[in-house]
């Protein structure tokens, strides 16, 4: 397995190389445009020069000046698309190397999911600037954020799903290039968000013009009715002016139809254009060789009844850049005038559309899914030192060494060990302010989150069995709904018991329970809870300032241990380990604090 510093050195070794090639690449694109440039003026200047001479000769100087500018500039088109795959390419290389420095301000945080009323990803922070989903994201479409998003928002409780996603994350990890390649395309075009929802809506529509019996006639009608009568005009049975007549008949008829069609185009055309991009990491999912249960699964979305979706795809680019030549009004008099040849388009358009709607949202849950897959893969490329969880199938198991929360400075995190190994069983943390509880709530908890989503954790050993995951971090007051702080904390625990009595299994995760009432009453109502949860048979971890909750353990002895976070004081400064130890916090430090700031503290 790769290290960390070969990972590095990976990553440098592209951009340097990638630079090289970027380099040259400007030089031909320079060299080309300068030879355009004076094509274009020898043709024009010899056009001028010999127009006396002849037509034959201003023909040639035309045709050895112009053709040869036409190719060079459709390969001047070709050159600044790489240099356009080069140059992103050296910046999501860089990212990486960021990222690696826990700057992760390159990638799109996800703040559109923060939700204060989900049951746990506000309170981890998993959306939003400095989140989880920022450090992890690495889409490159937005279907694949969506769904990376979702699978946050909602991960997995099945033993079996999590270790087929674990399979396929492994698989992807290894394909560096594959999943390099995959993000480049994809950020060459950035879609809207509303691109999917419109793209499935055209699929949906009903077609307007194939469904009329007429219409259909009408691209065979016109045609073989200017046939018949230019071959009558040519034998001399009917004047010639009648099939010139007829011609700008039929222009003028097309004309009827424009508006139906530009609206189309207008509507659909430029949404209908991503599916270009899309095309090509549909081919790269087609041809990839996958060996891993669920990634196979994906790619058979991507196989089509008639013909793969990238060829598919390729097909429906190809009508509507057909469709864009209506532009031109010279093109557009002498294709409808001849061949009703808008109608003609627009028809095989929704030809494409009945034989491929009902293929589109799988191709397009494809590209979602792989694209989801490849920032799990590039997290856990990121991280050789995160291993996958053992995932438990006996209720309830979590246990770890030396857990470490994945968005603190490697160098920097004091990791800790968890063990819960039976249902029900409760954790109690206590400790002084700023000595970590809450720190350690949110790494159990983030871990515990991407170990049931299939990803890497970082920790030496880890176990667990997945249950939904709900906290209670980070209650607050709803200035919109007139509700307290208090009364928001209670409708969370009522959530929590309600979800119990339903039979639902949680692993539960509250820091400081009922912090919005007086002492007396806040003592009562978490030794109330407590005794509840253990009646519901439930798992979880409180921590609490009330060292009181420690004698819960006289009541529970084989269902509730007590640890802590310590602040020691010595040589009269404050000092924090932040390793949990068992037992109940000894040391608490506000007062300390107060006199240190020069707050006077009265003892009684």
């Known amino acids: 397995m790769k290290q960390l510093d070969d990972i590095i050195q990976t990553y440098q070794n592209i951009i340097r190389e990638t630079e090289q090639k970027l380099s040259k690449e400007k030089r031909r694109i320079y060299r080309i445009s300068t030879l355009r440039f004076i094509l274009f003026i020898a043709g024009i200047v010899g056009v001028i020069h010999f127009w006396e001479n002849g037509w034959l000769i201003v023909t040639g100087i035309a045709a050895i000046t112009f053709l040869p500018f036409i190719f060079l500039v459709k390969l001047h088109n070709r050159l600044f698309y790489e240099k356009e795959y080069l140059e992103k390419k050296i910046e999501i290389n860089q990212q990486e190397l960021q990222a690696i420095n826990y700057d992760t301000s390159s990638f799109d945080g996800g703040k559109e999911f923060i939700d204060p009323a989900h049951l746990y990803s506000y309170d981890l922070d998993v959306f939003g600037e400095h989140s989880l989903f920022q450090y992890i994201n690495r889409t490159s479409t937005d279907l694949g954020k969506k769904r990376l998003a979702h699978w946050l928002n909602n991960h997995l409780e099945s033993k079996e799903e999590i270790e087929k996603r674990q399979e396929g994350v492994k698989e992807l990890t290894s394909e560096f290039e594959m999943r390099q390649h995959f993000r480049i395309l994809g950020l060459l075009y950035k879609g809207k968000s509303a691109d999917e929802k419109e793209i499935i809506a055209w699929a949906d529509s009903p077609s307007y013009y194939r469904n009329r019996i007429l219409l259909r006639a009408l691209p065979i009608i016109v045609p073989v009715t200017n046939i018949i009568l230019i071959t009558l005009a040519i034998a001399g049975i009917i004047s010639s002016t009648i099939p010139s007549v007829a011609f700008v008949g039929f222009f003028l008829l097309s004309l009827a139809f424009s508006k139906g069609i530009t609206k189309i185009q207008t509507l659909y055309g430029k949404k209908l254009q991503i599916l270009a991009t899309y095309a090509n990491l549909i081919r790269i999912i087609e041809e990839k060789s996958l060996q891993s249960t669920v990634l196979q699964e994906i790619q058979q979305l991507v196989g089509g009844k008639k013909q793969t979706a990238s060829q598919a795809v390729k097909k429906l680019t190809a009508l509507m850049n057909a469709l864009d030549q209506r532009g031109n009004?010279?093109?557009?008099?002498?294709?409808?005038?001849?061949?009703?040849?808008?109608?003609?388009?627009?028809?095989?358009?929704?030809?494409?559309?009945?034989?491929?709607?009902?293929?589109?949202?799988?191709?397009?849950?494809?590209?979602?899914?792989?694209?989801?897959?490849?920032?799990?893969?590039?997290?856990?490329?990121?991280?050789?030192?995160?291993?996958y969880p053992e995932i438990s199938s006996q209720p309830f198991e979590m246990t770890a060494k030396a857990l470490g929360h994945p968005l603190m400075n490697r160098d920097k995190c004091i990791r800790n060990n968890i063990n819960i190994t039976k249902r029900p069983f409760f954790i109690i943390i206590t400790g002084a302010n700023m000595a970590g509880k809450s720190t350690y709530l949110r790494t159990v908890g983030i871990n515990y989150l991407l170990a049931c989503i299939g990803a890497p954790v970082w920790a030496e050993q880890i176990k667990l069995y997945p249950s939904r995951l709900i906290t209670s971090l980070r209650t607050s007051d709803s200035l919109t709904d007139n509700e307290s702080y208090f009364f928001a904390e209670l409708k969370r625990l009522k959530l929590i018991i309600d979800k119990l009595n339903a039979g639902e299994e949680l692993?539960?995760?509250?820091d400081e329970i009922l912090k919005g009432?007086?002492?007396?009453?806040?003592?009562?109502?978490?030794?109330?809870?407590?005794?509840?949860?253990?009646?519901?048979?439930?798992?979880?971890?409180?921590?609490?300032?009330?060292?009181?909750?420690?004698?819960?353990?006289?009541?529970?002895p084989s269902n509730i241990r007590n640890y802590c976070f310590e602040a020691d004081i010595t040589n009269n400064e404050l000092t924090f380990s932040y390793q949990m130890r068992n037992g109940v916090a000894q040391n608490m430090n506000a007062c300390f604090l107060m006199k240190k700031m020069g707050i006077a503290v009265i003892d009684d």
């Open 507 to 510: 692993f539960i995760i509250l």
């Open 517 to 556: 009432t007086n002492s007396t009453d806040k003592q009562k109502g978490s030794f109330a809870l407590i005794k509840q949860f253990m009646t519901l048979h439930t798992n979880g971890i409180i921590a609490t300032h009330d060292l009181m909750l420690g004698t819960l353990i006289d009541l529970f």
């Open 329 to 387: 009004m010279l093109m557009s008099f002498v294709l409808n005038g001849s061949l009703f040849w808008e109608l003609r388009q627009i028809m095989r358009i929704e030809a494409w559309k009945e034989d491929h709607a009902s293929e589109l949202p799988s191709w397009l849950k494809a590209i979602g899914e792989i694209d989801a897959y490849c920032s799990l893969a590039t997290f856990a490329y990121n991280h050789p030192e995160y291993i």
